[in-house]
């Protein structure tokens, strides 16, 4: 195929792209091209005047088959007229983010290589405790991205209302609440239901995916990943903890090329932190019925 074919090729299967839907033709793009998509949803779709709350509906996270889909469902969106609300994290704000890796790592993938893609950083819940996390997703040329889920604690932080106040991770420590003590419990039933062999339990993220493909959509043929990662917050990005401003509103302050994160990895339970790279902010945060309603971010599975 000619140069100047496989440009068409791609024009047209970028121009095919509907709102809500992925599919072949968009996971066949490179990164940047699908990066493009995803943004010009969010972007086109950004809220006007008050941002949106609601009551996160909690009694979804009951169902199995709910919980499961968020393991078992390969896109970045989620299908047209699925219906499939948020459970929590229900409102948020996105951000095109980069992952710049260190010079000298021992891990694989996407750790070696680095990736560009999205971020969504929300609120568990509405008011208190406040509960930050974030949704990371690693685009990659030809191929379904990478996802990571990355927090400080299940049980939030309290009054204390700086996004950025803690260290976050793929690893939280158990709950110690009744409330939440019960909702792990069909996390975990979930969790057995898709097998020891494809995810630990319900408080850990694995990290063998993003080991195992490169940027350019290569595999890694003896991949290489860390137990654990730590994600822990620059000084440029700390907030006042007494604010009670939506976090949306002052996430949406911050400009591209901040520094998020610095990121470090632990190869087991007490082993010692090596630096592995920086999270970049690549624009600006905005909150968007796309990045809400639309914009999805699987749970991963060992590879």
Wanted: proline letters at 6%; hydrophobic letters at 40%.
């Amino acid at each position: 195929m000619t140069v100047l074919a496989l440009l068409f090729v791609k024009i047209s299967l970028y121009s095919s792209l509907s709102f809500g839907n992925s599919g072949p033709a968009y996971e066949a793009l490179s990164a940047r091209a699908k990066l493009q998509h995803l943004w010009g949803n969010v972007v086109s779709s950004v809220y006007s005047g008050r941002l949106p709350t609601k009551a996160p509906n909690l009694l979804k996270l009951l169902k199995c088959s709910f919980l499961m889909e968020s393991f078992t469902t390969v896109s970045d969106e989620l299908p047209a007229n699925r219906g499939r609300e948020k459970a929590i994290h229900t409102y948020g704000s996105v951000a095109q983010i980069s992952f710049r890796p260190t010079n000298q790592t021992k891990y694989t993938g996407l750790f070696r290589t680095g990736a560009i893609g999205l971020a969504r950083a929300s609120l568990a819940v509405q008011g208190t405790p406040f509960t930050p996390g974030m949704g990371l997703k690693f685009l990659v040329d030809g191929r379904p991205s990478e996802n990571l889920q990355i927090m400080y604690s299940l049980e939030g932080q309290g009054e204390n209302q700086n996004f950025f106040a803690n260290e976050f991770s793929n690893i939280v420590e158990p709950p110690k609440s009744l409330k939440l003590k019960a909702l792990g419990f069909f996390f975990g039933r979930a969790a057995k239901a898709l097998g020891k062999s494809r995810l630990d339990n319900e408080r850990t993220i694995t990290l063998s995916q993003m080991a195992a493909v490169e940027a350019n959509g290569t595999s890694v043929s003896q991949p290489v990943a860390p137990y654990q990662l730590i994600f822990r917050p620059t000084a440029e990005v700390q907030m006042n903890p007494h604010d009670r401003t939506d976090v949306r509103e002052r996430l949406a302050l911050f400009k591209p090329g901040v520094v998020l994160y610095q990121v470090f990895a632990r190869e087991s339970v007490d082993g010692p932190l090596l630096e592995v790279g920086a999270l970049v902010l690549e624009s600006s945060f905005v909150a968007s019925a796309y990045g809400d309603q639309n914009l999805f971010f699987k749970h991963p599975l060992k590879k």
